[in-house]
Every structure is written in structure tokens, then in C-alpha cells.
């Protein structure tokens, strides 16, 4: 008994009145989730695909599509060869499966190796500054080691008298077109030249001071300003002091991690500032002035009369400037923990007795 063939737009998993990019889209999906290379030995995938693209071969064609869907599977049974007769080699196909070779191999295949200027990779570094500097903004030092052009070769890795050659290899084109035999037919692939890294040019006779590569290696010092509201574990990008580029790019960036030191008394949250202050049990019934200690210095706050313990308190405007607009400023909060002393003198316990009785008198 024959196998029961599927029906193909169940196959792509689209509606019997679906246009053409929706049955080209759900084609897509398909041949990425079941293609063969990304499953290796996958006899069911590699059927999976098989079918998706013999729906796709057959619905994406006008009169193939009129024709299955008048007559159905019958329509091809003496003369599709399993595939409805697709050209794997069509312009459709190829911009299909450049895309999915793209996504599977990371746009190693098919897609242009990149043989022009290309700017350099970043360079990472650190620096530590206390809770203050990072409130405020600062100015750092940074050593790093950046590549300076060979003052020998003048940065072309060659011996002084010789000139780098054209790469023969990729004769100067700096990539390398090859064709290889696939699922689909021949397919062309483009990469970097390994030879000469992209360049077009390899050096024979080498430069002894910097073995070539153009680039000597010398510590410097390199100046970083902090922004007012930086924080812990956010980078500052310094424009160019990277990595040299290639075939005349740019240099990369400098990225710069600030790590913030603890404070003793202050917390930070986004903006804002915490911390907790002390007052005397006389202070937090009768009020007055409490000294508060504050990233801008200490200040004079008034306590009310009859204040708890654990009674939180906003200052306006003192605390972490916002990082894009420093003229804005989140708040501090304070929080007032009355004190009880431990260790009194008879002459205070005396007087504490007086005042517990004075409260607890009955009128």
C-alpha cells in the first residue's frame, strides 16, 4: 500500500489562501529548524526537510501551485522526482539558503569576507575611586599598553629597504572564492585570505624591531574623566585608544570599568543616598538640632518634638547626580535612630526616675 503523502500547505504550515511571502516565510523557518547541516545524522529532520522543501518547490510556483491545487498530489506523480521538479540553483533559492547559511554558520558562508578597512578591537581596563569621585566626578590616570606604529618600518612590518609583497595566495584581493558540492548543488563561498589576514600583502623579509607586525607595544598614560553619577561597574568609553585597525581603519576604544569603594556611612540606590544618624533620647522628645553628615558636608537638621526611632527623613537635592544631566540630583534619606545609653551615672538614673514618674503621675 502506497504512503499517504501530506498535504503540502500543512507541510509549511500555512493557510490554503496564503500569499506568497507567508508561504516563503514559513518556508524559511522550516529549512533553518531541519536542515541537514544543522542536524548531522538526523534521518527524521533530514525527511522533514526534504518535505518542507518538495511543498516549497510546488506552492511557490504559480501553475504548479494551480495545478496541486486542482488535482492534487496526482498532479506530479509521473515526473517530479520527489522535488516537483525545483531548480535548487534558482535565484530564490539562493538568496533562501544564503540566509540560512548565514544563520547557521554565522554569515561565514555566502556573505562577503570584509577585505577593506576594518577599525580595531577594544581594549579593556580599571579603575577604583571612593563613593565621593563617583558622586562628584573625577579626573584619573590610566597606564595601558597601546600599539604605536614601528618607528623602524613605519608600521609596514617590513625590513627597512623592502616593501610588503602582494599575497599570492589571493593575488591581492585579500579573500579567497572557493565552490563546494553540497545538498543543493555547487555553492560559492568567500572568506578571508589566511595568508595574509585580509590585507593583499605579506611581508618576506621582516622588520627586526617589530617582527613584522608594523606595531611595537609601549606603556602609556592615558587621562579618563568620570562623569558626576557614575556607578559601580559602569564603563567610560575613551574614543580610539584601542587596538590599531586594519587596511587603514580606525583604532578601537578604550572602555574603562569604574569600580566604586564602599562608603562606611552612605548606601546608594540609583540616585538616591541612605544612611541612618543618631540622636539622644532628650533630642528625640524635646527636638532641636541634629548634625546629619552628607556627600556635600555636615548640615544642621531640626528635629520635631516626640520623634521615633526609625523615622525617615528626606533631604532635597543631596543626593547622586544624575549621570546624563548632573544639574539633577536625587535625595538623601535619613534615617533618625534613637540612641539608649547603656551606662549611666547615679545622678542620671536619678534623674530619669524623676521623669518617668513626672510621665506616669495621675492628674
Given at each position: ?35 541537514p547541516d544543522a542536524n548531522p545524522g538526523d534521518k527524521e529532520a533530514e525527511q522533514k526537510f526534504k518535505e518542507a522543501t ?310
Amino acid at each position: 500500500m502506497a504512503e499517504q503523502q501530506r498535504d503540502l500547505y500543512e507541510v509549511l504550515g500555512v493557510d490554503r489562501n496564503a500569499d506568497e511571502a507567508a508561504i516563503k516565510k514559513a518556508y524559511r523557518k522550516l529549512a533553518k529548524k531541519y536542515h541537514p547541516d544543522a542536524n548531522p545524522g538526523d534521518k527524521e529532520a533530514e525527511q522533514k526537510f526534504k518535505e518542507a522543501t518538495n511543498a516549497y518547490g510546488i506552492l511557490s510556483d504559480s501553475e504548479k501551485r494551480r495545478q496541486y491545487d486542482q488535482f492534487g498530489h496526482a498532479a506530479f506523480e509521473n515526473g517530479g522526482g520527489g522535488f516537483g521538479g525545483f531548480d535548487f540553483n534558482s535565484a530564490d533559492m539562493g538568496d533562501i539558503f544564503g540566509d540560512i547559511f548565514g544563520d547557521l554558520f554565522g554569515g561565514g558562508a555566502r556573505r562577503r569576507a570584509r577585505s577593506g578597512p576594518m577599525k580595531g578591537a577594544n581594549l579593556r581596563g580599571r579603575i577604583n575611586i571612593t563613593f565621593e569621585e563617583a558622586v562628584f566626578g573625577c579626573e584619573k590616570e590610566l597606564e595601558v599598553m597601546l600599539k604605536e606604529e614601528c618607528h623602524v618600518c613605519n608600521g609596514s612590518g617590513a625590513k627597512p629597504g623592502t616593501s610588503p609583497e602582494t599575497c599570492p595566495k589571493c593575488n591581492g584581493e585579500g579573500q579567497i572564492v572557493y565552490t563546494q558540492q553540497s545538498l543543493f548543488g555547487m555553492t560559492r563561498n568567500v572568506s578571508v585570505c589566511p595568508e595574509c589576514g585580509g590585507t593583499g600583502k605579506v611581508v618576506k623579509e621582516k622588520c627586526t624591531e617589530c617582527r613584522g607586525t608594523g606595531y611595537q607595544s609601549k606603556r602609556t598614560k592615558i587621562k579618563v574623566s568620570i562623569p558626576a553619577g557614575i556607578d559601580n561597574g559602569q564603563s567610560v568609553r575613551i574614543r580610539e585608544k584601542g587596538e590599531p585597525g586594519t587596511n587603514g581603519g580606525p583604532r578601537g576604544d578604550l572602555l574603562v570599568e569604574v569600580v566604586v569603594a564602599r562608603h562606611p556611612i552612605f548606601q546608594r540606590r540609583g540616585d538616591d543616598i541612605y544612611s541612618t544618624a543618631p540622636i539622644t533620647f532628650a533630642q528625640a522628645a524635646l527636638g532641636g538640632e541634629v548634625r546629619i553628615s552628607t556627600v556635600d558636608g555636615d548640615i544642621m537638621y531640626e528635629v520635631k518634638p516626640g520623634t521615633q526611632t526609625d523615622t525617615r527623613i528626606r533631604l532635597k537635592d543631596k543626593g547622586v547626580p544624575s549621570i546624563r544631566n548632573s544639574r539633577h540630583r536625587g535625595s538623601h534619606y535619613v534615617t533618625l535612630v534613637v540612641q539608649v545609653p547603656t551606662k549611666l551615672n547615679r545622678e542620671a538614673k536619678e534623674a530619669l526616675k524623676a521623669f518617668d514618674k513626672a510621665c506616669n503621675k495621675k492628674k
